[in-house]
């Protein structure tokens, strides 16, 4: 697992790769903007792929260049969760099951959010992205992205897309598993310091 210690990051806001996640929040208006008012489903789609690009630079950025800050390690997520909330809520309009993939994602990020910060409070320790989330996170864009890009021509057949869906879905289980295991393990680890001091 990828913990990051508090002196391993740095206190820098404006770092490029927090910049590329302030740009990717302000697509979420122009997203919905250009879904729900203009019906512009080409361009909607392009600016999904966009955020998406953004995410995978940021994170590259911040790995090679050395700055991986705290700001970006809250903000990061958040514009992803974000992204991927507000493209679940505009696709829900066209395909109704979709809810159930939107209540998951709500859940899952609810259950590490209140993990992380019992674990941080406990040993100011921070849980950096493993393979597992980010797999998920990678499934969750491709399935977005492949309705909205399907969507450009005509509404992906209901099969297809329960088949994506699920699949999705399965991958996002499987992550919240291994999340939660790996939190409870540091918990109670981080309960077990001082008694063995």
Same mark, same amino acid.
């Given at each position: 697992?990828n913990?990051i210690d508090?002196n391993?990051?740095t206190n820098?806001v ?7 996640s302030f740009i990717?929040?302000l697509?979420?208006p122009i997203f ?8 512009n ?7 999904l792929?966009?955020?998406?690009f953004?995410?995978v630079?940021?994170?590259?950025l911040a790995?090679?260049l050395?700055?991986v800050?705290?700001?970006g390690?809250v903000?990061d997520?958040?514009?992803d969760? /974000?992204t991927?909330?507000?493209?679940? @809520?505009c696709l829900i309009?066209e395909?109704?099951y &979709?809810? $159930?993939a939107?209540?998951l =994602? ?7 959010l209140?993990?992380?910060?019992? /674990? ?5 320790t @921070?849980?950096?992205s493993?393979?597992?989330?980010? &797999?998920? $996170?990678?499934?969750?864009y =491709?399935?977005l992205f492949t ?6 021509w005509?509404?992906?057949p ?10 999705t879905m399965?991958?996002?289980?499987f992550?919240l598993?291994l999340y939660?295991?790996?939190?409870l393990?540091l918990?109670i ?7 063995s001091s």
């Open positions: 697992m913990n508090n391993q990051i820098k404006f770092t490029i790769p927090n910049m590329l990717r929040i697509l979420i919905i903007w250009l879904w729900v008012n203009e019906r489903f080409p361009y909607a789609t392009l600016v792929f966009v955020s998406g953004t995410d630079i940021d994170g590259f790995r090679k050395n700055l800050s705290r700001v390690k903000l997520p958040v514009a969760k /974000l991927q909330a507000a493209v679940l @809520l309009f395909y109704e &979709l809810i $159930a939107f209540i =994602l709500a859940i899952k990020e609810l259950i590490l209140v993990l992380g910060i019992i /674990l941080y409070r406990k040993d100011k @921070l849980i950096g493993v393979w597992h989330g980010k &797999l998920a $996170a990678i499934m969750v =491709l399935m309705h909205l890009a399907w969507g450009i005509a509404e992906m209901e099969t297809i897309s329960l088949i994506i869906v699920s699949i399965g991958m996002m289980t992550s598993f939660f295991k790996h939190y393990e918990i680890k981080a309960k077990e310091k001082p008694a």
